[in-house]
């Protein structure tokens, strides 16, 4: 996990695939372009650039989990605006979430797939690579993986 504080400038590489979790916000200045025909923002870019900032690596840290099976959790980063989870199950594996009630959120599926059965009876697919939003007013979740396994992330406010 690398986190991009506000107003570090940045670039994203080519062959890359990521997942950015963000703070609400709808700007972003651009300041460079590899040659897109896409608007370019010096001027506003430099003039919120900060010459220190809280950007680099971020330590991941187990998260005590009530699960059993080897089904594991990973605190990726947490900041004031938002927090990074990563789940993973093994084959068949199932992870009960109650942590996030009354937040709105998403998670990435990022290996294998599951299903996802919420306290308000409504079930869900999660698919590799697609993301999907759980309403503020679910209050709780299972998590049951597939014969191949589950990773996903989980972002948050």
Same mark, same amino acid.
């Given at each position: 996990?690398?986190?991009?504080?506000?107003?570090?400038?940045? =670039?994203? &590489? *080519?062959?890359?695939?990521?997942?950015?979790?963000?703070?609400?916000?709808?700007?972003?200045?651009?300041?460079?372009?590899?040659?897109?025909?896409?608007?370019?923002?010096?001027?506003? &870019?430099?003039?919120?650039?900060?010459?220190?900032? =809280?950007?680099? *690596?971020?330590?991941?840290?187990?998260?005590?989990?009530?699960?059993?099976? &080897?089904?594991?959790?990973?605190?990726?980063?947490?900041?004031?605006?938002?927090?990074?989870?990563?789940?993973?199950?093994? $084959?068949?594996?199932?992870?009960?979430?109650?942590?996030? =009630?009354?937040?709105?959120?998403?998670?990435?599926?990022?290996?294998?797939?599951?299903?996802?059965?919420? $306290?308000?009876? $409504?079930?869900?697919?999660?698919?590799?690579?697609?993301?999907?939003?759980?309403?503020?007013?679910?209050?709780?979740?299972?998590?049951?993986?597939?014969?191949?396994?589950?990773?996903?992330?989980?972002?948050?406010?």
């Amino acid at each position: 996990m690398i986190f991009v504080d506000a107003g570090t400038v940045h =670039a994203i &590489g *080519p062959g890359l695939t990521l997942l950015e979790t963000q703070q609400t916000s709808d700007i972003t200045y651009r300041m460079y372009d590899y040659g897109r025909p896409r608007e370019l923002h010096l001027e506003q &870019g430099i003039a919120v650039v900060k010459a220190k900032t =809280a950007a680099g *690596p971020v330590k991941p840290e187990a998260l005590p989990l009530n699960a059993a099976h &080897g089904v594991r959790g990973t605190r990726l980063i947490q900041q004031h605006y938002f927090t990074v989870d990563r789940f993973d199950l093994p $084959s068949d594996g199932t992870l009960d979430i109650a942590d996030a =009630a009354g937040k709105p959120h998403c998670i990435v599926a990022l290996e294998g797939g599951a299903t996802l059965k919420a $306290s308000d009876g $409504s079930e869900v697919e999660l698919l590799l690579g697609t993301a999907t939003v759980i309403p503020a007013s679910i209050t709780s979740y299972t998590i049951s993986a597939g014969a191949n396994g589950f990773a996903c992330v989980r972002s948050m406010p």
